[in-house]
């Protein structure tokens, strides 16, 4: 699978975020992750449609919405038409997993599904064919600036090989504490779509971005 690059504007100024939108497109960032949090899923309460909807308007890059919210299944289809390009769900937040990614594809978007650090592989194992995407938390979801959790490289390694064994073509994604001394690892272990915050908008934006894809090829 191709590995791409998802800064984080989590970690943006949004005083400027027109400008810094474009100057991830300009480094060759492939995606634009965007982290919707409500304050019951995760402490922490980020961003939603508007943001969104402007965003898109300032970027023609793939924008991976991950919703860290209670039952997402009540807000995937404004979305998908807000301009989301690929939505993920936490395990841990759907009633009913199985219909919540139905519901997603039925947008016309991609799918992805999330779990949490200390949320086993074999919770998602039966959605696994229906999925574009797996999200893998390497740190506990709700703040910025953490540092990985060493044994969620395990679980890339399990889903990695299950996806080989299954000869599924679904993205492994990783979110929490990548930076450039962990970047590596992850990339080793079969992630290939690497979501990056402090790491991408702390300091010059473009030389951290091309830093990192460098690392990535």
């Given amino acids: 699978m191709e590995r791409c690059l998802a800064p984080s504007i989590l970690s943006a100024d949004f ?79 759907c009633k009913h997993l199985d219909a919540t990614i139905d519901l997603i594809k039925s947008c016309g978007v991609m799918a992805g599904v999330a779990i949490n650090p200390a949320t086993p592989v074999s919770n998602i194992i039966h959605v696994l064919e229906k999925v574009d995407m797996v999200l893998i938390m390497t740190v506990n979801p709700g703040f910025g600036g953490q540092s990985l959790i060493p044994y969620t490289i395990d679980k890339i390694r399990e889903l990695s090989l299950i996806c080989r064994e299954k000869k599924l073509k679904l993205d492994i994604e990783v979110d929490g504490g990548i930076n450039k001394n962990t970047i590596d690892d992850v990339l080793e272990a079969g992630a290939n779509i690497i979501v990056a915050g402090s790491a991408v908008f702390n300091g010059d934006i473009q030389n951290n971005v091309k830093n990192l894809l460098e690392k990535m090829r």
């Fill in 15 to 93: 005083g400027i975020l027109k400008e810094q939108l474009g100057l991830i497109d300009e480094a060759g960032a492939q995606y634009v992750h965007f982290d919707v949090m409500d304050g019951m899923f995760v402490p922490s309460i980020s961003f939603g449609l508007p943001v969104l909807k402007s965003i898109r308007k300032d970027t023609d890059r793939l924008i991976d919405v991950h919703l860290m919210i209670v039952d997402p299944e009540r807000y995937v289809k404004e979305f998908a038409e807000a301009g989301a390009d690929i939505i993920t769900v936490h395990a841990e937040a």
